[in-house]
Nanobody
C-alpha cells in the first residue's frame, strides 16, 4: 500500500485545513488508518485514528473537538479536517495504515510521506 498525504499549507490561527490521504497499489479499505504529526524537535505523536468501516474514530486529547477523521472507501481516501487551528498544531502530518486499532507508531505498517501544516499566530 502506498499512501500519499496532501492538503497541508500555511493558515492563520483559528483557521481550518483539510488533509487527504489517498491509498494506491492495493485497497486500504480493510486497514485501520491513523494520522500522526511531528513538530520540529519533537517526537512523532498520534493525532487520531479511524476503523476500517469508518464507524469508530478516536483522537488525542490535544485535538479532540477540533479535528475530525473520516474516510471514503470508494475513493481509498482518508481525511483529517482540522478546525480552530493553533500555532502548536504546526507539524508535518503523516497518515498511516494498520491492521488493528492502535495509537502506537509501531503498530502501523505503511506510512505516507507527510504534509506540512504551519499555523501562524
Amino acid at each position: 500500500v502506498q499512501l500519499q498525504a496532501s492538503g497541508g499549507g500555511l493558515v492563520q490561527a483559528g483557521g481550518s485545513l483539510k488533509l487527504s490521504c489517498e491509498a494506491s497499489g492495493r485497497s486500504n479499505n480493510h486497514y485501520r488508518m491513523g494520522w500522526f504529526r511531528q513538530a520540529p524537535g519533537k517526537e512523532r505523536e498520534f493525532v487520531g485514528g479511524i476503523s476500517s468501516s469508518g464507524g469508530t474514530t478516536y483522537y488525542a486529547d490535544s485535538v479532540k473537538g477540533r479535528f475530525t477523521i473520516s474516510r471514503d472507501n470508494a475513493k481509498n481516501t482518508v481525511y483529517l479536517q482540522m478546525n480552530t487551528l493553533k500555532p502548536e498544531d504546526t507539524a508535518v502530518y503523516y497518515c498511516a495504515a494498520s491492521t488493528r486499532l492502535t495509537t502506537v507508531i509501531e503498530g502501523y505498517d505503511y506510512w505516507g510521506q507527510g504534509t506540512l501544516v504551519t499555523v501562524s499566530s
